[in-house]
């Protein structure tokens, strides 16, 4: 029997990865997992269990027993659920973004949820979104996508996006932590932000969503 296929959709902040993803999973009727809520839910799990951030044994702990949900939504993204609590918003924050990326260094928690995230591959097929689905959770993926775009567009869709959540947020205070954040990810010595070998590099500046949907489909229809 053939592998459930998996389509990953790596790359930085802000560029248009979930939504994408999200698109490209209702599109092919697949199951979508978002690895980087994941440990968005480890940072904010660490915070309400007085976790500090430097407790590397504490954070792999939270990170294997944590207690979180996915409820899938007739529309729009499924409603996440932290011991039996809704966080979806929460999870969104800038600050809860930049916890998330300092819990991602630490190994003991990448290998914590590795297992977890692997789960997800159900049929009849996922679309995996993060920074390291093409190079170290799913290999073998029948098709890889990495999604670039400059920093200065990036925060741009940010903006906009927490604007419209009627958050209060401030343009050169978001590039500046999106441009730490991409140092971070990039540089931290356990599965860095690069694309696979075999991955289709799109630089989105200046595309629409709906544009870099379809150049993702078609990329996948030569595979699947
Ligand atoms: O994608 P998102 O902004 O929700 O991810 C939050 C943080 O989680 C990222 O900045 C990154 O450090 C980390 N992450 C990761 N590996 C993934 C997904 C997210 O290291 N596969």
Redesign the pocket.
């Known amino acids: 029997m053939s592998p459930v296929p998996v389509l990953t959709i790596d790359g930085p902040?802000g560029s248009g990865k979930g939504t994408v993803s999200a698109e490209v999973a209702r599109r092919l009727g697949w199951h979508m997992l978002d690895?980087?809520?994941l440990?968005?839910l480890t940072a904010l799990a660490a915070l309400r269990h007085q976790v500090s951030l430097d407790d590397v044994e504490g954070l792999a702990e939270i990170a294997r027993t944590l207690e979180v949900e996915f409820l899938a939504q007739a529309q729009g993204p499924a409603r996440i659920m932290l011991e039996g609590q809704p966080v979806s918003d929460e999870l969104r924050t800038e600050s809860c973004?930049n916890a998330?990326?300092k819990v991602?260094a630490i190994p003991a928690v990448r290998e914590a949820l590795l297992q977890r995230q692997r789960d997800f591959q159900q049929a009849p097929g996922l679309v995996a979104d993060?920074?390291?689905?093409g190079t170290v959770v799913f290999p073998q993926a029948a098709v890889k996508v990495f999604l670039t775009a400059s920093a200065e567009e990036r925060a741009q869709r940010r903006f906009k996006q927490l604007k419209e959540k009627g958050m209060d947020v401030n343009l050169p205070a978001l590039l500046q932590e999106i441009a730490e954040?991409d140092q971070r990810?990039s540089n931290r010595s356990v599965?860095p932000l690069k694309p696979a070998e075999d991955a289709l590099v799109l630089d989105t500046t200046g595309m629409g969503i709906d544009e870099v949907v379809e150049s993702v489909l078609q990329a996948c229809k030569s595979f699947i």
């Open positions: 902040s690895s980087g809520a440990y968005r973004g998330a990326s991602a993060g920074r390291d689905m954040r990810d599965a």
